[in-house]
């Protein structure tokens, strides 16, 4: 079973950046679509953004639009997620997920996926 380990959440102000990182347990492992959701307290999980494994496309949230991206290192096989500009409104607990086959297509703007890692917490003060 591979497994998807996130790091690099933190406190920072607004407007600051941070970079999230997502591993997988396995070098091989080649999903269709990877992702980012995020859950505040009392809020269902949300979209964030994805990328599909030739990186040719990436789908954004209209709210992280131009502040956030997506990336992906093919080597290591780290999924990433750049967000400059941080907002609160942007505290949540961040996760990554992975679509495969067929129903990938239901992991790039939905919480369908078939793994998921455990999250990073990301806090901005105003």
């Known amino acids: 079973q591979v497994r998807l380990v996130e790091s690099g959440g933190g406190l920072v102000q607004a407007g600051d950046s941070l970079r999230l990182s997502c591993a997988a347990s396995e070098r091989d492992f080649s999903p269709a679509i990877m992702a980012w959701f995020r859950q505040a307290p009392g809020r269902e999980r949300e979209f964030v953004a994805a990328?599909?494994?030739?990186?040719?496309?990436?789908n954004y949230a209209d709210s992280v639009k131009g502040r956030f991206t997506i990336s992906r290192d093919d080597t290591n096989n780290i999924l990433y997620l750049q967000m400059n500009n941080l907002k609160p409104g942007d505290t949540a607990k961040y996760s990554c997920a992975a679509g495969m086959g067929l129903s990938s297509v239901l992991c790039w703007s939905a919480p369908e996926c078939d793994y998921w890692g455990q999250g990073t917490q990301v806090t901005v003060s105003s």
């Open positions: 990328i599909n494994w030739s990186k040719t496309n990436t």
